[in-house]
Structure formats: C-alpha cells, structure tokens
C-alpha cells in the first residue's frame, strides 16, 4: 500500500519556524516530482511548493518565496518543508503529493497522484 505520511505540524506564534516531513512507503519515489498544498477552512487547497526529481528544480508560490524551502532526501523517501518567518495567514492544514511526471513542480492538484492525510499548521499572532 501506498502511503505519505506528514508530521511535523503544531501551533506556534507568528516569526517561529516549522519543519514538516512527509515520508513515504510502499513505492519509491525519487524518481517523483513532489509537492507540498494547503487548504485553509473554508478555502481551496492552495499549492504551496513543489521539487523535482533529484531536486533540480524547485517552485514556490509568491507568498510564501524568501520565506519557506521545499527539500527531500530521497535515502529516506521524504520531503521536507522548512517554514520560516510564519503568518497567520499561513494557518492550514498541509499536504504532501507525489506525481509520476518526474519534473513537475507546478500547481495543478490534477497531476499529483498520492497524497497525504494532512498535519495541522495554526499560526498566532
């Protein structure tokens, strides 16, 4: 069985920082692009950042570029965001994707094929 896991999430107050991790079993997956989205209540799930294979390539969406890192270590079949200088407005929960299209780093949700089940983001001023 497929699986990503994400953990890492908590409550913290505005300019903390968070790493999230989202690891992966039943399927090696240094070969996917991947990706981290949001979804706040009541909104959309929002794509956040995504990787490609082997890290060549990265893309974040404009509010959260100079201030989060999308990385992955693929001896461990994980990917990692490192969130800094946290808002309130970055409050969500956070999913991690994986597509089978290596060097897809954008924003469609349509091309990722696994997900995770979310960790919590709540973000205080």
């Known amino acids: 069985q497929v699986q990503l896991v994400e953990s890492g999430g908590s409550s913290v107050q505005a300019g903390d920082s968070l790493r999230l991790s989202c690891a992966g079993s039943g399927r090696t997956f240094n070969k996917d692009g991947m990706a981290w989205f949001r979804q706040a209540p009541g909104h959309e799930r929002e794509f956040v950042a995504g990787i490609s294979q082997y890290g060549y390539t990265t893309y974040y969406t404009d509010s959260v570029k100079g201030r989060f890192i999308i990385s992955r270590d693929d001896a461990k079949n994980t990917l990692y965001l490192q969130m800094n200088s946290l808002k309130p407005e970055d409050t969500a929960a956070y999913y991690c994707?994986?597509?089978?299209?290596?060097?897809?780093?954008?924003?469609?949700?349509?091309?990722?094929?696994?997900w995770g089940q979310g960790t919590q983001v709540t973000v205080s001023s």
């Open positions: 994707a994986s597509t089978r299209y290596s060097e897809y780093v954008g924003p469609s949700a349509r091309s990722y094929d696994y």
